[in-house]
Nanobody
Framework: QIQLKETGGGWVQAGGSLGLHCSSSSGGSLRTYNLGWFRQAPGKEREFVGAISWSGSFDLYGDSVKGRFAIFRDNAGMFLQMDRLTPEDTAIYYC?????????????????????WGQGTQVTVSS
């Protein structure tokens, strides 16, 4: 059992940048997990933001963030770099982990395949 923790949320003006980090707060390694980012805005369904495979060799992004967001793995977990932010990016951002039995786009996109979730961190983009 692992526990995930997101850090780095906050407030930024439109056009600005923010970075979020996901790590294990329980001390366990995330090296054998595919990791994903999801977000949920008030009144909306949870949305896939992006994901990265356990090895870091494969990454995938949602259409609304493609070209603006980038995900990297580091020794502790995963970093989400968000550039050219817009008010539509305002949401609570969650990181999630799935046991890396295999890697596919459909698996990484589906929130139901992730076994562990963080508590979320708020990102607010003002116009």
């Amino acid at each position: 059992q692992i526990q995930l923790k997101e850090t780095g949320g906050g407030w930024v003006q439109a056009g600005g940048s923010l970075g979020l980090h996901c790590s294990s707060s329980s001390g366990g390694s995330l090296r054998t997990y595919n990791l994903g980012w999801f977000r949920q805005a008030p009144g909306k369904e949870r949305e896939f933001v992006g994901a990265i495979s356990w090895s870091g060799s494969f990454d995938l992004y949602g259409d609304s963030v493609k070209g603006r967001f980038a995900i990297f793995r580091d020794n502790a977990g995963m970093f989400l770099q968000m550039d050219r932010l817009t008010p539509e990016d305002t949401a609570i951002y969650y990181c999630a982990a799935q046991t890396a039995t295999r890697v596919s786009s459909s698996l990484l996109r589906a929130d139901t395949t992730y076994e562990f979730w963080g508590q979320g961190t708020q990102v607010t983009v003002s116009s």
